[in-house]
């Protein structure tokens, strides 16, 4: 008798797991989420292709987007994937110096010939030139424009970086950059604002020109605005390697709320999507501050820094300067902080925030039409089932090899089982309850039956 109460103690427990765990999961219904969108498809596939707005980070509960399901028109859910964007089409950047030759203008607004030298051969042009004598201008001459050989490199020069020589801080210009073949027709390609400022203890530098079009044998450098003795020591070009085309999307944030421990000013996206790039923007001109940018980790729960310095808007006679983007590690996260240490307190700052939307694949299972539904709280306590029993990961590898892939849209949100959705349920679930009673009570049988087990033995 013993011996059968021990066993039935060891099986039932074990028996009720294995059901518990074999037992089928509810089939998510349209109607167990909170919001829905059309999916509007222009043409016939075996699997569709849709790139994820904001919107739908914004509607769901999962900052991973598991609670997100496509139906079809009979109102079943089809098989999807929900694709991360990748960081292969991330381009690196490498900046090489490229030779440079001043021009100097005397009185008569003339450049002087004897000290530059043409040379032409085909299609090709070659030029000489007395560095020494150049880099030494008479009374009468002024330094009006450089010209730069990017002829060293085969790739095109996507943008100049300027280094100049020793000079006082307190100076904004205009930069214009102009491109040829022949040194005798120039197109413009680039202009910039440069600038080398200090405000309230602040360092401004703005040295970059970017270019529209670097595939110019030569480029010219020409300016207006700058001090008399302004001078390049150095130009640096900037070549881009990699496959080019990261998408990314932005969006202006403003503070939506104060943190009462720090000071700081909260920004929210309203979701969590994929982002990897920041621009503190401040609105009001000739403004400088300094501080933090945080961002909340949504795995980790705690607000952790983007990055530190200062910021500014500055404008003189016409020309503008304004902070440039800050990259940040790629991560989920739907709020942000500016904690000002330094500059005006009250002064108006904004957040525009550059982030990269997921995509979805879904495959063209059933009639349409097809709708993406979003935001379930109640599929973290079912271990979102979307994910688990549609989201198969051989759906990728499908695509990769299916030429049948059509991109779709979204249409505008709609209402399914509404926001009450978005809040997790304090339902009971009876069956867990027991399971975990079971496995107590036969725990309990079993120590009980060996400590007597141990008495009678000792008494024995």
Known sequence: MKRTLLATAVIWPLAASTQFVDAPVDVPQPSDYAWGFPIEISGSASIYSLELPLEVNQSVTDAALRDVGVFNGDGRPVSRLIEQASDDGKQQEHVSPLPALPLLESADRRTDPNRLTLQRQG???QFTFDLEELLAPGDNERLVAYIV???QREEP???IDLVWGQVSPGFMGRVNIDGGNDLQEWRNTGSAVVAYLREDQASIEQRRIVLRRGDFDFLRIRWEGLPENWHLSQVMGVYLEGAAGVNRKFVTLESS???KEDGGRIF??????????LRVVLPEPNTVISGHVMYFSERLDRWLEAGHGSWHHIIRNDNAVMSASINIDRTRTSRFKIIVTSGPADVDVQLEVGWRPDKLL?????PPPYTLAAGNADDARREFPQQRIYGARSLAELAARNGGVAEVSLGERYELGGPERLVTSLQINWQTVLLWLGLVLGVVFVGFMAMKTIREL???
């Open 123 to 125: 299609d090709s042009t």
């Open 149 to 151: 050989d990017t002829r």
């Open 157 to 159: 020069v996507s943008a």
């Open 257 to 259: 709320e104060t943190d």
């Open 268 to 277: 929210s996206l309203g979701g969590a999507p994929l982002v990897d790039q």
């Open 362 to 366: 879904f495959l063209a299972q059933g």
């Open 458 to 460: 000792k008494t024995q």
